[in-house]
């Protein structure tokens, strides 16, 4: 997992709210998720933002979490999200979660946490996958629990499918020339995310369907809303 293009990507962003494709308001994103895992997720454990971006999502957690740690691999959304969403709780820091030596110390400095994550599977290759996988059941530990929001590969077929048709979406065609978001084979096909974290040691206890609310807007004005699946699980007891 490298971080140059995503401090590219950062870096030259405008710094206001909603300018990322993903970056939308709290009300449309982690107050819509948070009814989906509270209910498993123990409130005095931190949580983790797993590629917290600009930090909007992170700061609206940290009302509901006592300590929150945002985390992602491009330094610059880093500095972004610790000028534009600081909290009296949250804190902000560059890790690539890919580093066993990260890991090691995270989990040391935290103990079992709670992880939330959204669209950063989809990014990684298969073997990445797998190994970002084994860091988040290493963080979770016995007690915590992940709330994951994914693309599919349904998620793909409608991107490609709209920006084919001409739809004037600067946002995400641009993510499409940078990052091949809509050609990217995403971790699973739509009805097997599930399996997918089950065959890496998770235990699922929800999942399902569920929008991604963009800051993109149709030619018609209507918000941009892609498909994507959700899954909140644990790490699955061992033998």
């Given at each position: 997992?490298?971080?140059?293009?995503?401090?590219?990507?950062?870096?030259?962003?405008?710094?206001?709210?909603g300018a990322a494709l993903w970056d939308s308001s709290p009300r449309l994103t982690a107050e819509r998720h948070l009814p989906l895992?509270?209910g498993h997720a123990d409130p005095s454990l931190p949580l983790i933002d797993i590629g917290c971006g600009s930090g909007r999502q992170?700061?609206?957690?940290?009302?509901?979490?006592?300590?929150?740690?945002?985390?992602?691999?491009?330094?610059?959304?880093?500095?972004?999200?610790?000028?534009?969403?600081?909290?009296?709780?949250?804190?902000?820091?560059?890790?690539?979660?890919?580093?066993?030596?990260?890991?090691?110390?995270?989990?040391?400095?935290?103990?079992?946490?709670?992880?939330?994550?959204?669209?950063?599977?989809?990014?990684?290759?298969?073997?990445?996958?797998?190994?970002?996988?084994?860091?988040?059941?290493?963080?979770?530990?016995?007690?915590?629990?992940?709330?994951?929001?994914?693309?599919?590969?349904?998620?793909?077929?409608?991107?490609?499918?709209?920006?084919?048709?001409?739809?004037?979406?600067?946002?995400?065609?641009?993510?499409?020339?940078?990052?091949?978001?809509?050609?990217?084979?995403?971790?699973?096909?739509?009805?097997?995310?599930?399996?997918?974290?089950?065959?890496?040691?998770?235990?699922?206890?929800a999942d399902g369907d569920i929008s991604l609310h963009t800051t993109e807007h149709t030619s018609g004005g209507h918000p941009l809303?892609?498909?994507?699946?959700?899954?909140?699980?644990?790490?699955?007891?061992?033998?």
């Open positions: 997992m490298t971080g140059g293009a995503w401090d590219v990507f950062w870096s030259t962003l405008p710094a206001e709210p895992f509270r992170t700061q609206w957690l940290a009302r509901h979490f006592r300590r929150v740690v945002g985390l992602d691999i491009a330094g610059a959304a880093v500095e972004l999200a610790a000028a534009s969403h600081p909290a009296p709780n949250v804190a902000y820091r560059r890790a690539d979660l890919l580093d066993q030596d990260t890991v090691a110390a995270l989990r040391a400095e935290f103990g079992d946490v709670n992880v939330y994550m959204r669209g950063v599977l989809h990014q990684l290759t298969a073997d990445d996958r797998t190994r970002m996988l084994t860091t988040i059941r290493l963080l979770l530990g016995r007690t915590g629990v992940l709330f994951a929001q994914e693309l599919t590969e349904r998620t793909g077929w409608y991107v490609a499918e709209l920006l084919a048709g001409g739809a004037q979406l600067p946002k995400t065609a641009g993510l499409a020339a940078q990052f091949d978001f809509g050609a990217r084979i995403a971790p699973a096909h739509d009805g097997r995310l599930r399996l997918l974290f089950e065959g890496n040691g998770f235990e699922v206890v809303e892609l498909p994507t699946r959700y899954i909140v699980a644990r790490a699955a007891a061992r033998p």
